[in-house]
């Protein structure tokens, strides 16, 4: 294995060192050009999910640039995945989909950015140290989503939802009431639902998160919306 020399002192910090992950060799080699031509070392490539993760693994880059739409393990599972197994890694989310719903769960998948393929190439590099810097790399559209997202959240977090969740809709319903110290009864009433509905819902609320009381169920959720809030709140640093 070849080795790098220890800088020295007085020479420039160490380049970017990027993977890049796409199924399309044709995007891949325009993007790994554009990088290349700006200094960003691009030290590999992969045409799928489960290559991008195992690469990172290995080399341990600043920033995976990922695309979604791969065979097998696709952008938004490997993003998941590397987010979990090599948290010191960023993932650029670029992708041929504009879709705002799309970024939104990128980004709570772990990205730190989300953008389309149409952005212009040479602002890529930009995005990509911008990303080594704590900033996150989002379209403007969708820095805007993230605003009214939070505009529309009550202070009590009741209405914010993870993505991808166990809870169905109802049943977070039930748990934002709980949430606001609302009993059995006055769930039935507001929600035009019968007090036996209500309790079950929260029995399966009770068995879905793994816990044995409104209390921890409680704690739980705020844990989960303190989790979203998190990843909307990066989302707004930076639009790019």
């Not at 791969?70 to 490997?78: C, H």
């Not at 995945?81 to 890694?89: C, H, K, N, Q």
């Not at 040479?122 to 989503?145: D, F, K, N, V």
Request: proline share 4%; hydrophobic share 45%; charged share 30%.
């Amino acid at each position: 294995m070849q080795t790098q020399e220890e800088p020295r002192p007085c020479e420039e910090p160490s380049r970017l060192r990027i993977i890049i992950a796409d199924d399309d060799p044709l995007a891949r080699r325009v993007v790994r050009d554009a990088l290349q031509e700006a200094g960003v070392i691009v030290i590999a490539e992969a045409a799928n999910g489960r290559e991008a993760v195992e690469l990172a693994r290995h080399y341990r880059p600043d920033v995976v640039l990922m695309d979604i739409i791969m065979p097998g393990i696709d952008g938004l599972e490997a993003t998941r995945l590397l987010a979990r197994e090599v948290p010191d890694t960023a993932v650029l989310v670029l992708t041929a989909s504009g879709d705002e719903d799309t970024g939104m769960l990128a980004l709570r998948c772990g990205a730190a950015g989300f953008l389309s393929k149409d952005v212009d190439i040479q602002a890529l590099p930009r995005a990509l140290r911008g990303i080594t810097y704590g900033e996150a790399a989002i379209s403007r559209e969708l820095t805007m989503r993230v605003i009214e997202r939070f505009r529309r959240v009550r202070t009590d977090g009741a209405g914010l939802r993870p993505v991808q969740s166990v809870l169905s809709g109802r049943e977070w319903e039930v748990l934002d009431h709980l949430c606001s110290g609302a009993s059995t009864d006055d769930i039935a009433d507001t929600l035009v639902l019968s007090t036996e509905t209500v309790r079950s819902h929260i029995k399966n609320i009770l068995r879905k998160l793994r816990v044995s009381s409104r209390a921890e169920a409680i704690a739980v959720a705020r844990e989960l919306r303190e989790a979203v809030t998190e990843v909307d709140a990066r989302a707004t640093v930076m639009s790019r």
